[in-house]
């Protein structure tokens, strides 16, 4: 049965050959299977395309007329597939792959998840699907970091700081780290900012931020995320915002900015209070 079930997941013949267009192809081909129609699907596909459902012990190799026999089931809401994650590489030579992790469903109740690996290529200037090998992953599908993990990995760092963990504090950061302070002058490389915040760490005299609330964003291979913070501060409510990266599997903050709030009715005496200081 599970052979049998495994979820197609790209496009159909096109021009334009990029990973965004192939990205948008996949998603429509999903809406179309479905809603189980093999017709419009079967567009998607070279004639002898074969597809492939790789087990613990064995292969299986199923013809294309064996694949869109299931395809009722998905029109009956019987099954039913929900992309996970879509990694997409094109070539200029006319070579494509997508690997499409999914979760599936049976009458609406979680079944497994698993990863289909597409092989796209170009025949009389068609770009269609070469072949298909999917398998199911034994465990569930492998953990993909959320907003409540990110968190986790931002409190720290912020909490590093409050503690005087300067090791931690800086390891946090990739190599081409950014830091923008509250002072017009603070814009900080990773040793600059490590340079100029060294003394409070050795004298235990840093600074202790809680967060009133965050938001997060991933990209679609959640190798980049950003952000959007309140803080709790000594200068009252500041925002922040930034970017982390996975470095070698790990994320590292690359960027962070840091803004005190101040409400518009007050900017009149704010500038003011700027240009007075500044001329003094």
Known sequence: MRKLVLVIGLFGSFGAFSAENIT??????YGALNKGDSTDMIAYFHPNCRVKHVGDKDVWDLPLSEFFGVCPKFKSD?????????NVSEFES????ADVFFDFYIEGTYSHSGIDHFCLTRRAGELKIES?????FSDGFPKKDNKTSMNVYLNKWHHDVAIFDYKSYFDFMSDGFIYLGTDPTERWTKTTFSEFCKPYFERESTWDFKTNWRNWYFSDDQSIAWFEESLETQM???RGSGVLKKVNGAW???HYNLAVVIENSKMKKFIKLRRKKSRA
């Open 94 to 97: 006319g070579l494509a792959y």
């Open 78 to 86: 019987y099954f039913s597939e929900e992309i996970n994650q879509l």
């Open 252 to 254: 590292k903050i690359a």
């Open 236 to 238: 009252e409510e500041c």
């Open 24 to 29: 948008e192809m996949m998603r429509s081909f």
């Open 132 to 136: 298909v090998y999917s398998s199911d």
